[in-house]
């Protein structure tokens, strides 16, 4: 079956502009994870939902950084009027379970985010 | 929070030679290890996992150990083969946030 998918692969927005990066989970997968990497290093958590509900958010870095998931599937990452330390890959991963520890979380391929 | 930290940065083996890329974390109650592997413009795929109540996994070429008391975790891969070049990451986590390593790139040398 398919598997994580995420649109755009590679977006390009000049500083201050908003941007909507969007991801599909694999189907069937009630646990949706969103995650920062930079140039180098691991991915970063930035929020959890369980269904439709942001279970956590803890990750968001401020408030200029939300998400929504409001069927249970798709989910939307929006930045408002991005700095240019926004840069980076975005990875949207999704598990079976429901977020429990242990559930083994299939990422998506990214996508890769240049501020100018 | 958790903390991973993950050595070496980067390793150059022999083709057919074993590779062993080493983790320590910091919560305690984090009870779930994956390994992933990131190859060049793509997603972290997982490539194995283990759970706490377990010291060891196998998976043909791959085995991870774990050793809950000292906080270490480890990846070995044996016969190494150049498809084997890639970024591995390795992850802790106590809930269902994961927090990774910052990875090693692991070098095939043909």
């Known amino acids: 079956g398919a598997g994580v998918s995420q649109t755009p692969s590679n977006k390009v927005t000049e500083k201050g502009k908003y941007v909507e990066l969007r991801c599909d989970p694999i189907?069937?997968?009630?646990?949706l994870y969103w995650y920062r990497q930079s140039l180098g290093q691991g991915p970063e958590f930035l929020i959890y939902?369980?269904?439709?509900?942001?279970?956590?958010d803890s990750g968001l870095p401020n408030d200029r950084f939300f998400a929504v998931r409001p069927e249970g599937s798709v989910s939307t990452l929006k930045i408002q009027r991005t700095e240019r330390g926004d840069s980076a890959v975005y990875l949207c991963?999704?598990?079976?379970?429901?977020?429990?520890?242990?559930?083994?979380?299939?990422f998506g391929p990214g996508t890769r985010l240049t501020v100018l | 929070g958790e903390n991973v930290e993950q050595h070496p940065s980067t390793l150059s083996v022999q083709e057919g030679d074993s590779a062993v890329i080493k983790c320590t974390y910091s919560?305690?109650?984090?009870?779930?290890f994956p390994w992933y592997k990131q190859e060049l413009g793509k997603g972290p795929q997982l490539i194995i996992d283990?759970?706490?109540?377990?010291g060891e996994k196998k998976d043909q070429r791959i085995a991870v150990t774990l050793n809950k008391t000292a906080k270490h975790f480890s990846l070995h891969i044996t016969e190494t083969q150049p498809e084997d070049s890639a970024v591995y990451f390795c992850?802790?986590?106590?809930?269902?946030?994961?927090?990774f390593g910052a990875g090693t790139t692991v070098t095939v040398r043909a």
């Open positions: 991963a999704s598990s079976l379970n429901q977020g429990l520890a242990g559930g083994e979380q299939f």
């Open positions: 189907s069937g997968h009630t646990a």
């Open positions: 939902f369980q269904g439709t509900g942001a279970a956590d």
């Open positions: 919560d305690s109650a984090s009870n779930y």
């Open positions: 283990i759970r706490s109540n377990v």
């Open positions: 992850a802790a986590c106590p809930d269902y946030k994961l927090s």
